[in-house]
């Protein structure tokens, strides 16, 4: 059974930094992303990276500002989030799968871990 967990978030003020961590059980995929979703939005994509060649995509809003890394021993992913912004805040999910922007990309989803970047 697949299982991601993530952990990580919580409140910062603007300009300050967070790092969510996805670890996954099961078994390891192609791929893991992070998308986010804020209050009355959709569900939008921030960052993928490939398991073996740690090849790397992110969304235009946070380029320059995220990392996502990994860990492969750990079978864990990591984001880094600097220069947080106010319209950062959402619930963050870690999803496992194929990789790509879209949601139907992934074929396995985290619980979600709330980001509530203060101004």
């Known amino acids: 059974q697949v299982q991601l967990v993530e952990s990580g978030g919580g409140l910062v003020q603007a300009g300050g930094s967070l790092r969510l961590s996805c670890a996954s059980s099961g078994r390891t995929f192609y791929g893991m992303g992070w998308f986010r979703q804020a209050p009355g939005k959709e569900r939008e994509f921030v960052a993928a990276?490939?398991?073996?060649?740690?090849?790397?995509t992110y969304a235009e809003a946070v380029k320059g500002r995220f990392t996502i890394s990994k860990e492969n021993d750990k079978n864990t992913v990591y984001l880094q989030m600097n220069s947080l912004k106010p319209e950062d805040t959402a619930v963050y999910y870690c999803?496992?799968?194929?990789?790509?922007?879209?949601?139907?990309?992934?074929?396995?989803w985290g619980q979600g871990t709330q980001v509530t970047v203060s101004s």
């Open positions: 990276i490939t398991w073996r060649a740690g090849s790397t």
């Open positions: 999803a496992a799968g194929w990789v790509g922007s879209r949601r139907s990309d992934y074929s396995y």
